[in-house]
Nanobody, 122 residues
Framework: QVQLVESGGGLVQAGGSLRLSCGPS????????IGWVRQAPGKEREFVAT????????RYADSVKGRFTISRDSATNTAYLQMNSLKPEDTAAYYC???????????????WGQGTQVTVSS
């Protein structure tokens, strides 16, 4: 079973910054991409950002462009989401997702973290 290690999140004032991290733990995996989506109360889940593991190419939702930066550390198989200039509308539960190949099971799939809460006060 693939487990994801997530950290970060919390409460911050508007204009502040937070950093989220995410990566698979345990055995060796071949990672294809890591990304985040978020879901605010009463709203649908929305895409935030993703990074291609091989090329480092990134993609962002328009709502976070210029404020959020996704990066990767290949040595630790960990991705980071640096969130700057946070706004109250960024308040949501943020879910990490990892697309990887598990050689022990010879299976490629997308795995999800348990989510971490980000709350931005005005």
């Amino acid at each position: 079973q693939v487990q994801l290690v997530e950290s970060g999140g919390g409460l911050v004032q508007a204009g502040g910054s937070l950093r989220l991290s995410c990566g698979p733990s345990g055995r060796t995996f071949s990672t294809y991409s890591i990304g985040w989506v978020r879901q605010a109360p009463g709203k649908e889940r929305e895409f935030v950002a993703t990074i291609n593991w091989a090329h480092g190419s990134t993609r962002y939702a328009d709502s976070v462009k210029g404020r959020f930066t996704i990066s990767r550390d290949s040595a630790t198989n960990t991705a980071y989401l640096q969130m700057n200039s946070l706004k109250p509308e960024d308040t949501a539960a943020y879910y990490c997702n990892v697309d990887l190949y598990d050689p022990a099971r010879e299976f490629r799939g997308t795995y999800w973290g348990q989510g971490t809460q980000v709350t931005v006060s005005s």
